[in-house]
């Protein structure tokens, strides 16, 4: 039981994480016709989900996580800089990224610790 509780624990950041990003993917790929957005090509909003989507997908599997969270952090970068730009408030996103970078180190922590040579 309490084995089931630590996998739990572990993955469930990551499945929150994962239900932010897909259905923006999804939007972004299905839904490419926006004019709202900063750009307003439909090829780039299609590319972007489908950067998503592989990220996402990279991020969830254990032997690509750190590609993934590198590449959703830097998309989420991306996307605090441009609510900066807009004016709109960029503190959700800014908490995203954080939780992003957070879901990967529960995950794995010895990917962000330093290797001590004696």
Partial sequence: MNKILKTLSIWLPSVIITLFFIPNALDKILNSNQTDKIVA?????????????????????NKTILIGTALLALYMTFIVFIHMYKGKPYEVTILILMATIFASYIRKPQLFSQKQEL
Avoid at 41 to 60: D, E, K, Q, R, W
């Fill in 41 to 61: 090509n439909s090829t780039i909003m299609i590319v972007t989900g489908t950067f998503l989507l592989i990220s996402t997908a990279l991020f969830l599997y």
